[in-house]
Structures are given as C-alpha cells and as structure tokens.
C-alpha cells in the first residue's frame, strides 16, 4: 500500500488512434510515446486509459473490457471482475480493509451523445448495482455528464466528485476552472460537431471517490496534458488529445 494510505488515480481519454484535424502527419506511434511520458512523470497508483489499444504495459493491468482499461500497481492486488457495461472493474484487495472489504476501481466511458443523459444515469445505477452495495470505490474516466448531470449522480448513489471537493475545501465556487474539454484552447479540432460547438467547454472526465476521502491540499487535483504536443508552421497548435488528463489523489482511510 503506498505511504500514508494516498492513492493517485489519472484519468485520459486517449482518444486513441483519432489525430489532430490538420495534422496528418501525427502517427499513433508518436502519441503513445508521448502518453508513456506522462504516465512516467506523474506515476499513479491507478490508471485509467480511455482508447485501450493505445496503452502498453505503463502498469501492470487489472482488467479491460476493450475501449478503456483499469491498470493498478502490482502492491494494490488487482483482480479483474467480470462486467458487461462500457465500465473496466478491479477489486484492489490489498488496501486497508483487505479482502473482507476491498476498494473496486472501475474505468468509465459512457455514452456521449448529449441528449443520452438518461442512459449514462442507467450506465452508473447498472455499474454499482452489480457491485456489493455501499462498497468502497472510484469510478474515473470520461463520464460525458454536464455539470447538473454530474450533481444528480453523485446525490443517487453517494458518490463524491474529487474536483468539487476540493473546490469545496478551498471555499470557491467556479464549477469551469478545470476544463477537460476545450474548443477555445485545445486547437485538436478544427471543426466541432453541434454539440461540441453548443459546449465548446466542459469538464467531461471525472473522478468520483465513495469511502475514501480526496486529498483537498494544492495538488489534490489537477487537469494535466494541457500543453501543446502538436504544431504546424502555420501557427496551429494542439494537446496530446482532443481530452485533457485528470489526476485526483485520495486518502482511503485505516479505520
């Protein structure tokens, strides 16, 4: 388990094989370099890649189901569970607590039509209906939610959002400071579909925390692959994806 019961969870959509508009020159090879870079700089404990073919062994894997995956730390004692929904599940059994109450990590890409917003709610309600009820979890991934889409899950099903937790701690109320979706600075898209141009700015990657605590200090979350990757002589430039990375660290508690 890592020191002081602090686990870190990053969360990426990829996008995977899907490459800058402009750039046609980008290979896949060159994005997973790239991607590797920055599992390797921030090292989690946790990690889940949405764009699964993209991702090598950065961390042992725990499980995928084919579009995203759920890798974790060899210490944690990763164990696949079986699961049909777009949800990879382990159970981490060595976390204080153990076998007999272990922490299920689960990597999330729901659908992302913005009219779908009753089928995502059925996507979470599924999910932790075929978990053992109140159990200990974090559910991180690309969740596709509007703001008011994320409040109404986390009421349902007791769910904390590690980004507005710390926000919380910090007695701030902006809900858009932590994009992960940005049209007006991500140049990865020259042209949006009606959705993406109706919000070009949201804050579609999650990382919800259920019996653990979020770490609230300065660093406790952060959006990460913000910077420029990609360039053209004409001035254009894009992030590594079309999605910023999250990272939340969580303190699971001894007792």
């Known amino acids: 388990m890592p020191p002081n019961s602090l686990l870190s969870v990053l969360s990426f959509n990829t996008g995977c094989r899907e490459m800058p508009d402009w750039a046609p020159w980008v290979r896949e090879g060159m994005k997973y370099k790239h991607f590797v870079e920055l599992v390797a700089r921030h090292k989690p404990h946790l990690l889940a890649p949405l764009g699964y073919e993209l991702v090598s062994q950065t961390l042992p894997e725990a499980t995928h189901n084919g579009l995203t995956a759920a890798f974790a730390r060899e210490s944690l004692g990763a164990e696949p569970v079986p699961y049909a929904g777009p949800v990879a599940v382990a159970r981490l059994t060595s976390v204080p607590g153990g076998a007999s109450d272990p922490l299920y990590f689960c990597a999330c890409h729901l659908i992302h039509r913005m009219a779908c917003e009753r089928q995502r709610r059925q996507q979470v309600a599924e999910l932790l209906t075929a978990l053992p009820a109140g159990c200990r979890l974090i559910l991180a991934g690309d969740c596709n939610m509007l703001a008011w889409e994320g409040r109404r ?60 605590a979020p770490v609230t200090q300065p660093g406790g979350f952060r959006v990460v692959a913000k910077e420029a990757v990609w360039s053209d002589h004409s001035g254009r430039s894009a992030a590594l994806s079309d999605h910023y990375a999250v990272l939340a660290r969580a303190e699971v508690p001894l007792g």
């Open 153 to 212: 899950v986390e009421a349902a099903h007791d769910l904390r959002d590690a980004y507005r937790q710390c926000l919380d701690a910090a007695e701030a109320n902006m809900e858009d400071h932590c994009w992960t979706w940005d049209m007006l600075e991500n140049g990865f898209h020259v042209q949006g579909t009606a959705n993406s141009l109706k919000f070009p700015q949201q804050r579609y990657d999650r990382i919800y925390l259920r019996g653990l």
